[in-house]
């Protein structure tokens, strides 16, 4: 296993930069008059899971650090139910809707890993005299 030496080094804010990447692609053919509506808004929840990941990570304590990977698995199901809706309107194409649907249940289970494993992760003891 690779040493984690940087937020870029996790696989799950690496995994939330693609999926990013994903939706600001999946977005460009949405109407141009939803420029400021839902495009807008899928993005910058988008945006939000890896940045919170790593804002989270920055932080240098774990319960900052579980609070923030918690705000990004919020962002993560806001932008699940932006999709929808973005399904429901008839801008997103079947194939497109999977992808993003599969990378969006694998950000969760990673997430809820990373969460589970930090919860998990024993304290350290107090120094000694």
């Known amino acids: 296993m690779a040493e984690i030496r940087s937020y870029r080094d996790l696989v799950v804010w690496q995994k939330g930069v693609d999926l990013t990447q994903l939706v600001y692609r999946l977005t460009q053919t949405f109407p141009q008059d939803e420029r400021f509506g839902l495009v807008s808004q ?31 698995r919020g962002s993560l199901c806001e932008l699940q139910t932006h999709a929808e809706v973005a399904r429901r309107m008839g801008w997103l194409r079947a194939e497109a809707l999977d ?15 990373l969460l589970r494993s930090l919860r998990n992760r024993p304290k350290p003891s107090p120094p000694t005299a």
């Open 42 to 72: 899928m993005r910058r929840s988008a945006v939000s899971v890896p940045a919170n990941i790593a804002e989270g990570y920055g932080r240098g304590r774990r319960v900052e650090y579980m609070r923030f990977i918690e705000i990004a």
């Open 99 to 113: 992808e993003f649907l599969a990378r969006a249940e694998k950000m969760e289970r990673l997430l809820s890993g």
